[in-house]
């Protein structure tokens, strides 16, 4: 039994594992507002917006960013894709859909631009376009005088398809929301439904919370987590769900037990150490991407081409590199920043290098019983550089067909601490330590470069399919390792780095 609030209204109801916000709503709510496209998170036809309370807590996100300790913030609604996002995860949340924005025959202004822009023509994508603009929207009455930033505003949208009316108008509607009457929702600025929202618990109301029985499993700790792992092995591990829900919706699987990740305390937290983070491994994009802006501003950049903003609202960096995806995109970039993992079973915590993880295609270093706690991230020594460049065959919300990241530091004229990783190019994210050495304490030059990519060619036999031949993915890299050499040779001219301008057709 699950308790929530949707659209302003109390909802107590049953769902198993497997159940869908999707499913949970278009079935037992009868809320067919929300339509389902691609089932796969692809397409945003089933976009909704989800608060949840707890999600605001400093202890949740960057601890640098200024927030008092332990005040409570406004709910922050965040887009998400019903359709593979897990039901039981509304416990405690308010989930807000189409049908919750008008008041009375006033529509609110994401409705009203999407009608006055001609936004919409055979309808199917417009409710997740509509709640996508609704979240936007939101975003921007925070900061009424700040005009709408572009990358916010594609972001916004990066992942929700139109196949009738084509962007532009679409893109209209979102500029001329605030022009309009700021018709609040019905259940908007409500102080008493606020307090109402906040004193549901995170934890499932009854029954499912029998740690023994199947179904789903939210421990609050590391220690619940371990023990809940030993009671239930088979039962998946899930966080964001935006890798684990396809095998739901595309491969057909049912659950009887799942383990939910996204309450136990110590991985849903950022510990700052003296010289790094540690970043709890069910912490999101979202909420990792502030730190990275900050300190690792090509990281950060990568994450815009990650997902779509419903992906970033839910996956976790965990996820990213427990599914061990050979294309997954964040461990070839932390291989380069020498991440170390910490993994959390029955005998205890170990440590090890991100590179020691990886053992081959989807096989890992993590025991039975084990999971990835957190993830160590080095703070950036001030003279070390960072490029992350992603290949993929769309610019939004594609998985990479290869991804190169760089990072190193000029001393002297020559190059220092060098790391070279590629995704998308092995069985497993790779380092490539050939290379490096290949540059290692050379100039920057043409000469250095040839060598590297000889090296480059030697070390690698990628893989040929959909999204890229062996041949393509041979050739792509080696031009990887020129873009590279080209950005350092601009640098020393002191011609700005043209990341953004690369990033252009990098795609
Ligand atoms: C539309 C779409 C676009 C996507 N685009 C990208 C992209 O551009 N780049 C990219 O890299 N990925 C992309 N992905 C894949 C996915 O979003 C990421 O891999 C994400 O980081 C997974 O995190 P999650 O929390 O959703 O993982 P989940 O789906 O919850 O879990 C993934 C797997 O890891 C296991 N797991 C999760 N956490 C842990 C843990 N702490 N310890 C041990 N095991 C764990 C789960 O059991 C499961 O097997 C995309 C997915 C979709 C649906
Ligand atoms: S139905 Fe396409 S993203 Fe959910
Ligand atoms: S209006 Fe038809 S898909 Fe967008």
Redesign the pocket.
Known sequence: MIEFFLNGQPQRVAVTPDTSVLELLRGPLGQCGTKEGCA???CGACTVAIAHPQDGHPQDGHPQDGHPKGAPRALAYRTA?AC?TPAHQLQGAHLITVEGLARGDALHPAQASMVACHGSQCGFCTPGIVMSLFALHEQQRKTPDAALDPHRLEASLD?NLCRCTGYRPIRDAALSMGDRADVRPPWADDPALEKQIRALTRQPAEADDDSSTPGYQTPATLAELIATMQRHPEA????????????VTQRLERFDTLID?RQVRE?RQIEEEANGWWIG??V??REWEPLLAEHYPAFAHLLT????D??RN????????????P????PPVLLTLDARLR?AGPEGIRELPLESFFLDYKKTA?EPG????AIYLPQPRADHELRVW?L?KRRE????TLLGAFRWRLRDGVLADVRVAF?GMAATPLRLQAVEAALEGQAPGEDAFEIAKQALRDSLTPMSDARGSREYRLTAAVNLLERWRLTLARADSNVPTPEVALDAYAH
Do not use: H, M
Request: hydrophobic share 40%.
């Open positions: 796969s998170g692809d894709n593979i992942g998946p591990l899930v966080a964001g769900a935006t890798d684990l829900w396809l095998d990740l991985l491994a069910a999101t994009y081409r990650l997902g779509s419903q992906i839910r996956a976790t960096v965990g996820g990213n590199i427990a599914n061990a995806s294309i997954g995109d964040t993994l993590l084990e999971c990835v706690a992603k993929s919300d594609d998985i990479s995704g």
